[in-house]
């Protein structure tokens, strides 16, 4: 070999060297799963058992960090602005999908800006009120809803919540004034005492109360009545024609994250999901779908997107 031709060589595999030390070492230290909504609820549930056993997998501690406020928006703004390196992750709710197209807000303006991972099952969000009200059906809350000399007040803490919602009166034909909350354990209490009436909620956390007598759920947003649920209707049933709510949970990297990193953490997500634990855990919570690949989780980031688009569309709906 030339002398300058061996030189250049050696010129660059010196500064390869770096990348492939770090590489071969990661993870060197624990990873950040940033969970944008607060500590309690059946998402961030999801996102600690999760967590464990990608740590497991990683030989690292996977540190569980909630940031809610703002729909969402301000956990996923800390990983869009994270550094690539792999060590910061968010946990999404496919409502984060809807979030660039309901406020002006929002960090990103697509959900697509962040780097696909894997995907895993999500909440089916179910319309809940409390049992002391005089509606034992959607139809007779509707009826309920318009006779009230005032707006009854609707509990909100996403924008999934507030999509399936939104299908609900608009084709029901009444109103229901939006009350905000930063997650789901801030909203129950004033739900169970009746300071509001009604609330779109993850199955998992309301179903507790429900079995207890304290609420009553009226309709799921799914395709089929659920197994462990088998005396609620779908809302289709219940007489709301809209599409069922996309339902997932999302594994996403800062943008430019590289291919070897997704790669591991994708793998770390599919042996968590393998384990008894983990999926004891999701039958807990009534947490249901398939992990899917990079590739399949940027598919359904994009179909999820596409409803809250047409959707915006249809109604107009707006969190500004």
């Given at each position: 070999?030339?002398?300058?031709t061996?030189?250049?060589?050696?010129?660059?595999?010196?500064?390869?060297?770096?990348?492939?030390?770090?590489?071969?070492?990661?993870?060197?230290?624990?990873?950040?799963?940033?969970?944008?909504?607060?500590?309690?609820?059946?998402?961030?549930?999801?996102?600690?058992?999760?967590?464990?056993?990608?740590?497991?997998?990683?030989?690292?501690e996977?540190?569980?960090?909630?940031?809610?406020?703002?729909?969402?928006?301000?956990?996923?703004?800390?990983?869009l602005?994270?550094?690539?390196?792999?060590?910061t992750?968010l946990?999404?709710?496919?409502s984060?999908?809807?979030?660039?197209?309901?406020?002006?807000?929002?960090?990103?303006?697509?959900?697509?800006?962040?780097?696909?991972?894997?995907?895993?099952?999500?909440?089916?969000?179910?319309?809940?009120i409390?049992?002391?009200l005089?509606?034992?059906?959607?139809?007779?809350?509707?009826?309920?809803?318009?006779?009230?000399?005032?707006?009854?007040?609707?509990?909100?803490?996403?924008?999934?919540?507030?999509?399936?919602?939104?299908q609900?009166?608009?084709?029901?034909?009444?109103?229901?004034?939006?009350?905000?909350?930063?997650?789901?354990?801030?909203l129950?209490?004033?739900?169970?005492?009746?300071?509001?009436?009604?609330?779109?909620?993850?199955?998992?956390?309301?179903?507790?109360?429900?079995?207890?007598?304290?609420?009553?759920?009226?309709g799921?947003?799914?395709?089929?009545?659920?197994?462990?649920?088998p005396?609620?209707?779908?809302?289709?049933?219940?007489?709301?024609?809209?599409?069922?709510?996309?339902?997932?949970?999302?594994?996403?990297?800062?943008?430019?994250?590289?291919?070897?990193?997704?790669?591991?953490?994708?793998?770390?997500?599919?042996?968590?999901?393998?384990?008894?634990?983990?999926?004891?855990?999701?039958?807990?919570l009534?947490?249901?779908?398939?992990?899917?690949?990079?590739?399949?989780?940027?598919?359904?980031?994009?179909?999820?997107?596409?409803?809250?688009?047409?959707?915006?569309?249809?109604?107009?709906a707006?969190?500004?």
């Amino acid at each position: 070999m030339h002398r300058s031709t061996r030189t250049l060589a050696m010129t660059v595999l010196v500064a390869l060297a770096p990348c492939a030390i770090a590489d071969n070492a990661y993870p060197a230290r624990a990873v950040r799963l940033v969970v944008p909504t607060p500590a309690g609820g059946p998402s961030d549930a999801a996102a600690r058992a999760l967590a464990k056993g990608m740590a497991a997998s990683l030989g690292r501690e996977v540190v569980v960090d909630n940031r809610p406020g703002a729909n969402t928006g301000i956990g996923a703004g800390a990983v869009l602005n994270a550094t690539p390196d792999g060590y910061t992750v968010l946990f999404a709710l496919a409502s984060n999908a809807g979030l660039p197209h309901l406020s002006k807000a929002s960090p990103y303006r697509s959900l697509a800006e962040f780097t696909a991972i894997a995907a895993i099952g999500g909440n089916t969000q179910c319309l809940v009120i409390p049992s002391a009200l005089p509606a034992k059906t959607l139809a007779e809350f509707a009826a309920l809803a318009k006779a009230s000399p005032k707006p009854l007040m609707r509990g909100a803490n996403n924008v999934s919540e507030d999509m399936v919602a939104g299908q609900v009166t608009s084709a029901l034909g009444f109103q229901l004034e939006r009350v905000p909350y930063k997650g789901a354990p801030q909203l129950l209490p004033d739900l169970l005492e009746g300071r509001i009436h009604a609330a779109v909620l993850p199955v998992g956390a309301s179903l507790p109360h429900v079995r207890s007598g304290r609420l009553a759920m009226l309709g799921c947003s799914a395709a089929e009545r659920m197994a462990a649920l088998p005396a609620v209707p779908t809302l289709g049933e219940a007489g709301v024609p809209a599409a069922p709510l996309i339902s997932a949970h999302f594994v996403l990297g800062p943008p430019g994250l590289r291919a070897e990193l997704v790669d591991r953490l994708a793998a770390a997500v599919r042996q968590a999901t393998e384990t008894s634990e983990f999926r004891q855990e999701m039958d807990r919570l009534l947490i249901v779908g398939p992990v899917r690949t990079p590739g399949e989780t940027r598919e359904l980031m994009r179909q999820a997107e596409a409803q809250y688009v047409q959707h915006v569309r249809e109604t107009g709906a707006s969190l500004d």
